[in-house]
Structure formats: C-alpha cells, structure tokens
C-alpha cells in the first residue's frame, strides 16, 4: 500500500516533474507552501544536471531540500552550524547506497544508459523515495522536523 508520500511522488512523477523537483515539491508542501520559482530552478538539476548524465538528481535534489530547511535564505541570515554536516551525511550514505554499487554517483551510471526528459523509471522512484526518507532522517536528527512552518522569517 502507498502512503501518502509515496502516492504524492507518484502524482507528481504522472504530471512530469523530476526527481530533484518531487522531492523539492514534498518539502515544500510539509512547510505548507508553494514555490513554482525554486521548483522550476531545480529542474536544472534533472538527469544528472541538465540531462548531461552527472551527479543523480535525487542526491542534488536530497542536498537542495536539505538547504530549503537549514540552509542561508538572506543576507541577515547564517546557515545552521551543522548544514555542512548534514549535507555530508546525505551525501556519504548516498555514495555506501548508490555509489559502490555503480562504481559512481552519477545518473548515468546508475541508470545504466543516458538520461533524458522521460527516463525516470522505477530504479528512480525507489531512490527519490529513499532519498527523501533519508533527508527527513538528517533534518530530524538536526531538529528540523518537515512539517508545517515555513522559514525563519
């Protein structure tokens, strides 16, 4: 059975966003807002940064949701201390996940063939899903629950 993510994922996959934008798109809908901008700038990270095949959307994607909680948003602003933490966490579990497997963390590796505006596929759902569990978890663990409220305005 789908939960609620899980369904959501699969609503906005149907709709032709990308792994960087869903998981950008569930972050956002957790603080109760929208942001068409940060979602339409995100999808430059689609299949590997702009469908070149490089670093995995859903890791860029991962790293970009985690900037959305505890990343800097102003000049008044700092970063969390422990964004840079957070980030490697995301990053180095991502790497033991993906990476050894593929020998690589890039979208082409671990698709096994280039990718293009329609190559998500179900080895991309499984990452985005877990991606975005992962990220719950570090943000969780840093005190940035994902659920309603919005920046520290």
Known sequence: MLNDDAFRMFELYNQGFTCSQILLTLGLEARGETNPSLVRAVHGLAGGIGYSGKVCGALTGGA????????????????????????????QWF??????????IDCYDILGEKPGPQSFTAKCATIVTQVYEKV??????YNYPMSGGGDNE
């Open 64 to 91: 970009c949701l985690i900037g959305l909680y505890a990343g800097r948003g102003r000049a008044e602003e700092e970063a969390d201390e422990d964004f840079r933490q957070m980030i490697k966490t995301l990053v």
């Open 95 to 104: 790497k033991e996940e993906y990476g050894e497997e593929n020998n690589s």
């Open 136 to 141: 719950q978890e570090i943000l969780a663990d």
